[in-house]
Every structure is written in structure tokens, then in C-alpha cells.
């Protein structure tokens, strides 16, 4: 399994390189975007509108791991998965192959830069809970 390590305060990682940034999104943020594009006058058009939603800046894994080391009070390192041990390393969790190898592909995806805005074909709606909002929220919770 794929989980950070509270006593070696390793926190394993997909993302490749480790300061490679990436958009981050609270869900409740994705909530209040879509609550406004619902509430706006809609203009009729035959084009698609197409509403990609980031929060308000992008971080990378060592962004996630200086957060959680101040929040936690101890130190966390990022630690990249290499490739050949995302699938089993999943597939030992609770994932069923299948589902885990879409997973690994996503992040294979989104490491060659697969996964962006398409340039001039969209908008981005942005939320407003940092990184250290959202973490700050839930490691209250453990």
C-alpha cells in the first residue's frame, strides 16, 4: 500500500519529478464554482462550454510535504514511486487491478503533461482554499 509513513515521515508519491507543480482542488471549492456557473444567466450558444477548475495556485509533492511537516510538527520527505511499483503498490492496497492501473496511467498522464487546460478552448474557475487551508482541515480531523 501507498500511504505516508508517520514514523519515517515519508509520504509516497506518483508525481514525478517531486517539484513538478500540479493543479490542487478542495471539493467544496469545485461546489461554489459550479454554484456560480448554475446561478449565472446562461448565454445561448451552440459551442460547449467547457469550465476546468483549479485552486488558486498550483503546488508540487514538495509543496504537500513542507505543508504537513509544519501542520504535523515533525519532518515528512516526499518520496517518488518509481514506475515499475505504482501498480502492485496499489493492487496491495484495496484498488482491483484494473481500477489501479487507470490510476497509474492518470499519473503517467498527468507527469507527461497530458492533463491541461486546452489553450483558448476554456475557462478556468478558480476556489480559494490554499494547500495549507485544505491540509490544515483535514489533519484536525486525525
Request: include cysteine; hydrophobic fraction near 40%.
Amino acid at each position: 500500500m501507498v500511504a505516508f509513513d508517520s514514523k519515517s515521515g515519508v509520504l509516497p508519491s506518483f508525481h514525478e519529478p517531486i517539484e513538478k507543480q500540479f493543479p490542487i482542488v478542495w471539493a467544496p471549492d469545485v461546489g461554489c464554482v459550479a454554484a456560480g456557473l448554475l446561478s449565472a444567466p446562461v448565454a445561448r450558444t451552440t459551442t460547449p462550454r467547457i469550465v476546468y477548475v483549479e485552486g488558486p495556485r498550483r503546488y508540487s509533492a514538495s509543496d504537500v510535504v513542507e505543508t504537513l511537516a509544519t501542520l504535523l510538527g515533525c519532518p515528512v520527505v516526499a518520496q517518488a514511486v518509481p514506475r515499475e511499483r505504482r501498480l502492485p503498490a496499489l493492487v496491495g492496497g484495496v484498488l482491483s487491478e484494473s481500477y489501479a492501473r487507470l490510476i497509474v496511467e492518470l499519473y503517467d498522464t498527468q507527469n507527461a503533461g497530458g492533463i491541461e487546460i486546452e489553450d483558448g478552448a476554456a475557462e478556468c474557475g478558480r476556489g480559494a482554499t490554499t494547500l495549507a487551508e485544505g491540509l490544515a482541515r483535514i489533519t484536525a480531523r486525525s
